[in-house]
């Protein structure tokens, strides 16, 4: 089974700040890696897939990177509504996802 | 819109069954697979199973392998999870997932359902 790390588990980080959340692959899973945002008590949302592609709706301040075992999340610019956790899932096999980041309020 | 509505949680006790649904409707239900994902409480999330569009592919986590079941009817755009033998590690959110792109079996998930919570609990 492949797995997914995470790092960091927690980031506190301020409004404006530029933030990167790493995903690594147990094994290469060339691009196949998406990025899930989940608020308190709501689904997860699509953000970004196929490591790099945008979402329909979702803003340009989020971005993807990376192919084969490491992978990031970028945001340019947090806004106030981007506090949540984030979750990487491969999609190379069996669905899986990271364990999560949860990004608060410094 | 596309929405995806569950139903069909609530509390069991251990060795108990269940079986939740998952109402779908603003697309064409019939040609894209789906997913149910779980959550248990303060936790991430867990894939559980799959189903092919037509009905024709299953697939599980080894979590509950042999225990849940995955079905489609896509004359009423519902999906189902049958879950029996329920255990305390079985306690989550339950969520559907529609996948990405028609008539593939590994797409990403776009749309989710607002989930439905099973406790297993005595």
């Known amino acids: 089974d492949i797995q997914l790390t995470q790092s960091p588990s927690f980031l506190s980080a301020s409004v404006g700040d530029r933030v990167t959340i790493t995903c690594r692959a147990s094994?290469?899973?060339?691009?196949?890696l998406a990025w899930y945002q989940q608020k308190p008590g709501k689904a997860p949302k699509l953000l970004i897939y196929?490591?790099?592609t945008l979402q329909s709706g979702v803003p340009s301040r989020f971005s993807g990177s990376g192919s084969g075992t490491e992978f990031t999340l970028t945001i340019s610019s947090l806004q106030p509504e981007d506090f949540a956790t984030y979750y990487c899932?491969?999609?190379?096999?069996?669905?899986?996802f990271g364990q999560g980041t949860k990004l608060e309020i410094k | 819109q596309v929405q995806l509505v569950e139903s069909g949680g609530g509390v069991v006790q251990p060795g108990g069954s269940l079986r939740l649904s998952c109402a779908a409707s603003?697309?064409?239900?019939?040609?894209?697979?789906m997913h149910w994902v779980r959550q248990a409480p303060g936790k991430g999330l867990e894939w559980v199973a799959f189903?092919?569009?037509?009905?024709?592919?299953?697939y599980y986590a080894d979590s509950v392998k042999g225990r849940f079941t995955i079905s489609r009817d896509n004359s009423k755009n519902t999906l189902y999870l049958q879950m029996n033998s329920l255990r305390a590690e079985d306690t989550a959110v339950y969520y559907c997932?529609?996948?990405?792109?028609?008539?593939?079996?590994?797409?990403?998930?776009?749309?989710w359902g607002q989930g439905t919570l099973v406790t297993v609990s005595s």
């Open positions: 997932a529609k996948g990405q792109l028609r008539y593939f079996d590994w797409s990403y998930f776009d749309y």
């Open positions: 603003g697309f064409t239900f019939s040609s894209y697979g």
């Open positions: 189903i092919r569009y037509d009905g024709s592919n299953k």
């Open positions: 094994q290469g899973i060339s691009s196949y």
């Open positions: 196929a490591a790099s």
């Open positions: 899932q491969q999609l190379n096999s069996y669905p899986a």
